[in-house]
């Protein structure tokens, strides 16, 4: 079945420090979604791009969707220890039907 | 507004005991997911419903699973008999549809002793 991959599957920063974490996929994507679970807690929607080379920011965070709808990247500016958490892309499958997410990218910020 | 709405919180039992749990989508919502979470196989999708007619049930692990939605408002996750290695985060998660951002419920830590 289709998957995306997901890098690094840790991270770990001291704080100020930038982070990225990237998703990459084989086919081309129709969109993609971005996610954030805090440490004990539930995803929660971050954010979907939909475009081809779009980038949307959010504060100190920037989304950013490649020119070939292949691939996408997340990136905090000058980290905080409340960016803690397990960051997640997410993808439609082939069929449209469903979503399917990455292994995630685990954040860890050191004060 | 509420969110999506999982219970029980938590769950402790020993195995070969059924177990059901339960969840209560967003209003207006016509999806509804079931993933499984857990450190080995992260957030996998078992089941997803689109007006209340399961779609797609492959991720389901085996018969011992099922899953129902009566109506629009409530669905349940059951397990028959439980097995210490059901033992993860079963978390709810509705949408407008299956593709649109899906909003998630606090999730039910099943521990299976």
């Known amino acids: 079945g289709q998957q995306v991959m997901q890098i690094p599957q840790y991270q770990h920063v001291q704080e100020g420090e930038d982070f990225t974490t990237y998703c990459n996929s084989s086919?081309?994507?129709?969109?993609i979604q971005w996610y954030k679970q805090r440490p004990g807690g539930h995803p929660v929607f971050l954010i979907q791009?939909?475009?081809?080379?779009e980038v949307k920011k959010q504060k100190r965070l920037t989304f950013q969707f490649g020119e070939a709808k292949k691939n996408s990247s997340l990136h905090i500016t000058a980290t905080q220890t409340t960016d803690v958490g397990t960051y997640f892309c997410?993808?439609?499958?082939?069929?449209?039907?469903?979503?399917?997410f990455g292994q995630g990218t685990e954040l860890s910020v050191k004060p | 507004d509420a969110g999506v709405i999982q219970s029980p919180r938590h769950e402790v039992t020993e195995m070969g005991q059924e177990v059901t749990l339960r969840c209560k989508p967003i209003s207006g919502h016509n999806s509804l997911f079931w993933y499984r979470q857990t450190m080995m196989r992260g957030l996998e999708l078992l089941i997803y419903f689109n007006n209340n007619v399961p779609i797609d049930d492959s991720g389901m692990p085996e018969d011992r699973f099922s899953a129902k939605m009566p109506n629009a408002s409530f669905s349940t996750l059951k397990i028959q008999p439980s097995e210490p290695r059901d033992s993860a985060v079963y978390f709810c998660?509705?949408?407008?549809?299956?593709?649109?951002?899906?909003?998630f419920g606090d999730g039910t830590r099943l521990s299976i002793l």
């Open positions: 791009l939909v475009k081809s080379g």
């Open positions: 997410a993808i439609s499958d082939n069929q449209g039907g469903k979503l399917i």
């Open positions: 086919t081309t994507l129709s969109n």
């Open positions: 998660a509705s949408s407008f549809n299956q593709l649109q951002p899906q909003h």
